[in-house]
């Protein structure tokens, strides 16, 4: 019987390192096995969340040092509000709870907001360890420079929508002059709140998304130039729906900073553009008839280089299991 629990045992390991990805680089597995890994980097990924939700919990009344706490980061843009236009309670100004249980979701939205935020390398990281045995060492260093300048332009769309947050809630809050009063409850006051951080953070994806197309090839230098207009126009009716209050300030501080990232990455193109027509005048291929055969290198590259691909079994096999 030892010995018989002692054979499962040892079988359950040797499972476990065929699935794990340092025993197993190229990413050689079954089906089953395939799924178990995403069952695996899953459950990494929403531990991450789940942790850093619990910091931003503690967080939402914590003082760290000079640090001010997250409630007092999520308040601020309220408080702001001249105090004849907002509710204020005798301690000063605090939000509006209705129902007994608001402010403990209040404060559990908003930390795991911001937990998500500050671990996001974690779960992250668990998304592309995933997919990189499936990717060439070419798409690895795409994919990562992707990744890395993905999270700061989010982080700076969120930054700006934050630094605007206020004046535009003043503007929206002072019409009726004296015949209103603002007493916004906590959770209405976080949700527009979060919702405008987030479509700043994924609007500020756009222009890596055109100079990654740009670098596949499917977006040309020309085609940007020619669509310059259309495309700023596009911007800031996109901006006039997507934000959530319709207020000018965030309407075009959003258009205004798209139509910058965009300019950018128009250069970013033209640039990449000019490099590789340069490269091909220095190897000839402008020289070449319609009917000629381009100068590519066909020697076989190694197998580090290849990515896995599917077998008939339902797993995945590298090159070495091809020849």
């Known amino acids: 019987m030892a010995e018989s629990a002692s054979g499962n045992g040892d ?156 004046h535009a809630l003043q503007l929206l809050m002072g019409f009726g002059q004296d015949a209103f009063v603002t007493a916004l409850t906590a959770d209405k006051y976080i949700s527009f709140l979060l919702s405008l951080l987030i479509i700043f953070g994924i609007s500020f994806e756009l222009p890596l998304l055109v100079v990654m197309l740009n670098r596949v090839g499917v977006v040309k230098y020309a085609q940007l130039k020619k669509w310059r207009r259309g495309i700023v126009f596009a911007l800031f009716v996109f901006a006039a729906f997507a934000t959530p209050g319709s207020d000018p300030f965030s309407m075009l501080g959003l258009a205004g900073a798209l139509t910058v990232l965009f300019e950018i990455a128009v250069q970013l193109a033209r640039i990449h553009d000019r490099r590789k027509d340069r490269e091909r005048h220095d190897e000839g291929w402008d020289q070449l008839a319609d009917d000629e055969a381009a100068p590519f290198d066909y020697t076989p590259s190694t197998v580090d280089d290849e990515p896995s691909t599917p077998t008939a079994s339902g797993g995945r096999s590298s090159t070495d299991d091809v020849t």
């Not at 459950?43 to 001010?68: D, E, Q, R, S």
């Not at 989010?154 to 930054?159: D, I, L």
Request: aromatic residues 14%; charged residues 20%; hydrophobic residues 45%.
């Open 11 to 166: 079988s359950r390991r040797s499972k476990r390192r065929r699935r794990s990805r340092r025993a197993n680089p190229d990413g050689t597995m079954t089906l089953i096995e395939h799924i178990y890994e995403f069952r695996r980097r899953l459950g990494f990924a929403l531990l991450a969340v789940v942790l850093g939700g619990i910091i931003g919990f503690f967080w939402f009344g914590t003082h760290i040092g000079p640090i001010p706490s997250l409630g007092d980061l999520v308040k601020d843009p309220y408080c702001a509000i001249p105090p004849n236009r907002r509710l204020d309670s005798a301690e000063g100004c605090r939000l509006l709870q209705t129902v007994p249980f608001e402010a403990f979701m209040t404060q559990l939205k908003v930390g795991i907001a911001a937990g998500a935020v500050l671990l996001s390398p974690v779960w992250l990281y668990q998304i592309w360890a995933f997919i990189a045995p499936g990717l060439y060492s070419k798409e690895r260093k795409y994919a990562l420079t992707f990744v890395g300048f993905a999270s700061v332009l989010f982080a700076g769309g969120a930054v700006l929508a934050y630094i605007l947050f206020p």
